[in-house]
């Protein structure tokens, strides 16, 4: 679906894209604000067409907002959604008196970075001895979220409406450790509430009997429905490939990598699998490539491995509103250097050289290929 709108809110033309949002926690602020930049840049002469979006977790929800925003009345109302509902989030935080408040700001504790804080310590403990179904008070705190900035209408909307961004949900089977990729027309509360369910955070959340956890373990974007839809794929990722100052030394410091790779992974596979049939096409002349149903696919990514490394993974869990607001701040600036250095690559080459930058922001970025 075409970001830029006319006065009657029907979208324009312009280069076809597929955004894959990675899924981080509250680090989906960052998320949240390389979408408004995004959205905003329409009225700035840069408008693209967003043909399909996939996400996991709070990736999946940013994804959902943004797709029902502009099935709805396009990039005005998906930036209003994904505000509403980040700020919803921050007041639902302070509401249930988040632990980790007091150490989501520069301080003592190593500025943004609160894994030592002693909210997080605290939280850490009584995770080892209890989970969710141990709580006698449990109340599901995602679901009233989701619902009070998405509502019936909205989802019906998206999942009826031609002509709406295909969003594309992933989630993970518990019983047969599959991924599971929910779309239109069976989007819903539960099904993104599926999608973010950290078993050590929230009781499993079952969608037409089945159970599942969160979507980042296998799917963390799905790249795989999206290049039917687009040959240029813009990744934002939130969980840092790339971190100088390795190997970790302390017991939190390998959890946290040990974090990062694992919700990484299946992406990485996923990118060099579609390279892979990228440098097949490149290595046959254009005609026989033009008769294969595989299409050359252009990769963009927007990331900042280096800022996000600072804020260690306890913060995800944060819900203050100036840790929020920061990362959508970085979020905002990070697109806008990328709008005005790759957007004049959609649709005519990959601003991303899958081989040498994905694992090193530093490198220089190229060219390359993708299957549909």
């Known amino acids: 679906m075409a970001i830029e709108e006319s006065p009657s809110g029907v979208q324009q033309s312009g280069p076809k894209v597929a955004l894959a949002l990675q899924g981080g926690g509250s680090h989906g602020a960052f998320t949240w604000g390389v979408l408004d930049r995004l959205l905003e840049s329409t009225s700035q002469g840069t408008p693209f067409n967003i043909e399909a979006i996939s996400g996991a977790s709070a990736g999946g929800i940013n994804a959902a907002l943004c797709a029902a925003g502009l099935a709805n009345g396009g990039a005005t109302k998906a930036r209003e959604m994904l505000r509403a509902f980040w700020e919803a989030v921050s007041r639902a935080g302070t509401l249930a008196g988040n632990a980790l408040f007091g150490f989501s700001e520069p301080g003592p504790f190593g500025g943004w970075n609160i894994d030592w804080s002693p909210g997080a310590i605290l939280t850490e403990v009584v995770g080892l001895v209890a989970s969710p179904y141990d709580n006698p008070f449990y109340r599901d705190p995602l679901g009233p979220l989701i619902r009070s900035t ?61 159970p599942y956890w969160d979507g980042g373990y296998l799917g963390n974007p799905p790249l795989a429905p999206l290049i039917a839809h687009a040959q240029d794929l813009i990744l934002i990722l939130v969980n840092p490939f790339v971190r100088h100052d390795m190997p970790p030394k302390n017991a939190r410091g390998i959890l946290e990598r040990l974090n990062e790779i694992g919700f990484n992974a299946s992406v990485v596979l996923e990118i060099n699998a579609i390279e892979a049939v990228n440098r097949v096409l490149d290595s046959v002349d254009e005609k026989a490539a033009s008769k294969s149903r ?60 899958v081989k040498d930058s994905l694992l090193d922001p530093t490198l220089k970025q190229g060219s390359g290929p993708h299957a549909q």
């Open 294 to 353: 595989f299409k050359t696919v252009r990769f963009h990514l927007i990331r900042d491995d280096d800022f996000l490394a600072k804020f260690g993974f306890v913060s995800k869990s944060s819900t203050s509103w100036p840790l929020l607001k920061t990362l959508f701040e970085r979020g905002r600036e990070v697109a806008d250097v990328w709008l005005k250095k790759d957007y004049a690559n959609l649709g005519q080459a990959s601003s991303l050289n």
């Open 150 to 210: 998405v509502s019936e209408t909205d989802l019906a909307t998206l999942n009826t409406k031609s002509g709406a961004p295909q969003l594309f949900i992933c989630a993970t089977n518990v019983r047969t450790n599959e991924r599971a990729i929910f779309t239109q027309p069976e989007i819903s509360v539960e099904v993104l509430r599926a999608s973010a369910c950290l078993p050590s955070e929230f009781r499993t959340v079952e969608v037409n009997g089945v």
